[in-house]
């Protein structure tokens, strides 16, 4: 073998690539020798396609080098990747050569890529997001920077048994991740705790503490039919090796001598750590800053670079945006203004007017839970220079608002509710201005938390503020922030999330994209989705619903195949299938998504149908296939319940022989990216069934939709958007309106109202014992009324009910007319090009971060 040709990047024909993986595999061994198996054959064939990327890759960095652009750089806690082989292979229009190429090496594609762990790297809608608009960024050739941190276990590996939900760590890095480049040259210090001394001059400087380091890993992301390929470079935690204490391992001490080590490498350990105790939420802030003062540094390190002889700090703005998705990453506010003024030198004013052009925010909730605080001790024990710098922004805030012109009477009360402090007495420089003493609570008995909050100071600092879909945008403007709206009305702007083609169509459904190729006559749909709006003209096409309705099948035979292999239940191909797997993200299994609901309105179907002889349950329902997918975070315990109900009723439905194919309910473990490229293709009809005006945006609406399935749900997030894309006829729509909820919940947890009596039914076959005996008192107890679980039905699952099982039997009507429903599935595909990522980021670039595309020539 020639190792020029082999060894080095070879061409893209089939046999080229063969030569390529054979080198991998023989210099470049991770297995025993004298095998070559399918997990051999994965590693080979990842390295081989590295060895591509890696060529793109660095055309593009020394293009945007030598063009100095604008970049945006999103930070974001979570990037939920998925498996990266076939995503790769497919951008760059290399599927078939590998294909090819490993199986002239006895291996086959399908069975080699499923050999890859999904990158334990996030967990959420969030981060599934975050890694969508990479994608676009890249293929529509914007130059841009993802930056997160490098978790070692990821949030948990779900196993789901007759105790419900059980929790084990993600073990994706065990044979190393070989899509990473380690960048070991690229690393910050990084410092906690400490102190602050200030200088005669008055500069400050912030001193002593614990001392670590943040060590970059890049993996490429490339864009699709283009030579751009952009980073997402992640942070890992180490310290120096001098801070290995020797002497104390040497003298037996060996915990002591390792301390430092593991407390800095125990930052990236786990997504989301358990935050109910102070040491939780100490590591959760820490993980926090890392990532803000790394990604700045970094910012600032490449910025100088490029600039070279024409540096100026008032250019920063211009070449350098920020996007801070959610409130996770809010510490780039005080971080940045630390680097200006204590270590550049700038003044305070010119310091902050650089900040305000650079950083933009994203909220996605109106949930208060979502909303960060975080304890005023704690950061000041964390980060005291930051603290000082909030306070200082939130002073000359305070001073904004009193000379903004808003009415005496109501200074202190906006002042309350819109500072960056909470039940934290005002600034000396500002009392006198105020009528009224104000801030910390006095009860020296029951003192009020002295809190930061994250999302106030976002606001604050934040040259725009983005809302992710048309009705979470208004709620952010009349409700969340609407005293920050009637202040600044034009940093609000919406922008309705979206999901990549790419990876969610093309890739993950090749059935149904050949369709589509078939009857749009190419594939240019893949980039340019408005295409697929001409398929509301082919509606009616009789070939079109055969060959549609045959491609749906098939991914529904898969899935299948798939629960099969994973719960050992036989599920039929020709059942409608119904899924409740919302998004991938950390509480997705959550009291406002409403599983509760769903399962609810499974158990009142069973019990009609063994109320009935077979005839009668026959005639009225069609066989059906409930799927749930998510996890619950390890300490919320009602969606625990939630998950422990789901698959009692499962294991109670599932063998009832009266039953049989008619009713199927299956809760899939170890919900991710990967099994979502399964479950997704192959539903039919899917389940948005959040309470109103509690779902930001959602995604897999979006997904679920690109893929043909046809949604049942609320006006609640993109939902909205969607029903009036696809059309009203092909929405199953049910349950209350945003704008009634406030009025709905008052009465509720007042008890004033009555209870439906099929809701109670449902309630009474639980607490009859008909899903064995556990006891689901404090779940059941949270849905009547104003009860001593004090949330009175605050999700209005009770409300919604009767609602949502008469939307259900409308379901059942319209899938026993095959075309009719064959149909609503094309025009739920047809109606989806306003949700593809592409579109989003064109706005991002256009309206909040002025950025060019820079294709590589």
Known sequence: ????????????????????????????????????????????????????????????????????????????????????????????????????????????????????????????????????????????????????????????????????????????????????????????????????????????????????????????????????????????????????????????EHDKAGRAIYSAERICNILYPGDATPEGKLLRLKQQYTLCSASIQDMIARFKERSGSGFSWSKFSSKVAIQMNDTHPTLCVPELMRILVDIEGLAWEEAWKITQATVAYTNHTVLPEALEKWPLDLMQKLLPRHIEIIHRIDEEFIKTLITSGIDKGEIEKKILSMRVFENVALPESVKSSVPHQHGKDDDEFNPAPELVRMANLCVIAGHKVNGVAAIHSEIVKDEVFNDFYKLWPEKFQNKTNGVTPRRWMRFCNPELSKVITKYLGSEEWVAKTDQLARLKDMVDNKELIKDWAAAKRACKSKLAAYIKEQTGLVISPDSLFDTQASGFIVKRIHEYKRQLLNILGCIYRYKKMKEMSPKERKAKYVNRVTLFGGKAFATY????????????????????????????????????????????????????????????????????????????????????????????DNFFLFGAFAHEVANLRKERAEGKFEPDPRFIEAMDFIKSGAFGGYDYTPLLSTLEGNSGFGQGDYFLVGKDFPDYIECQEKVDEAYRDKERWTKMSIMNVAGSPKFSSDRTIHEYANEIWGIKPLPVP
């Open 1 to 252: 073998m020639n190792f020029v040709t082999a060894g080095c990047l070879a061409g893209e024909d089939a046999a080229s690539i063969a030569a390529n993986l054979k080198y991998h595999v023989d210099y470049k061994p991770l297995f025993y020798p004298l095998k070559f198996e399918s997990k051999q054959a994965y590693y080979a064939a990842a390295q081989s396609v590295r060895d591509h990327l890696v060529k793109r890759w660095n055309e593009t960095f020394v293009h945007f080098q030598k063009q100095h652009p604008k970049h945006i750089h999103y930070l974001s806690m979570e990037f939920l990747q998925g498996r990266a082989l076939t995503n790769a292979i497919g951008n760059m229009g290399l599927t078939d050569s590998y294909a090819q190429a490993l199986k002239k090496l006895g291996h086959d594609l399908e069975k080699v890529a499923i050999q890859e762990p999904d990158a334990a790297l996030g967990n959420g809608g969030l981060g599934r997001l975050a890694s969508c608009f990479l994608d676009s960024l890249a293929t529509l050739n914007y130059p841009a920077w993802g930056y997160g941190l490098r978790y070692k276990y990821g949030l948990f590996r779900q196993q789901i048994t007759n105790e419900g939900q059980q929790e084990w760590p993600e073990s994706w890095l065990e044979a190393g991740n070989p899509w990473e480049i380690p960048r070991f040259d690229v690393w910050y210090p990084i410092k906690f705790f400490g102190r602050v001394i200030s200088s005669k001059s008055g500069k400050k400087k912030w001193v002593g503490g614990e001392d670590i380091r943040a060590v970059a890993y890049d993996l490429p992301i490339p864009g699709y039919k283009t030579k751009n390929t952009i980073s997402l470079r992640l942070w890992s935690t180490t310290v120096a090796a001098e801070d290995f204490d020797l002497v104390s391992f040497n003298a037996g």
């Open 637 to 728: 315990w009602n969606a625990k319940r939630i998950v422990k109900l789901i698959t009692d009723v499962g294991n109670t439905v599932n063998k009832d022989p009266d039953i049989g194919d008619l009713m199927k309910v299956i809760i899939v473990p170890d919900y991710n990216v990967s099994v979502a490229e399964i479950l997704i293709p192959g539903s039919e009809l899917s389940e948005q069934i959040s309470t109103a005006g509690m779902e930001a945006s959602g995604t897999s609406n979006m997904k679920f939709s690109m893929n043909g399935a046809v949604l049942i749900g609320t006006l609640d997030g993109a939902n909205v958007e969607i029903r009036e894309e696809v059309g009203e």
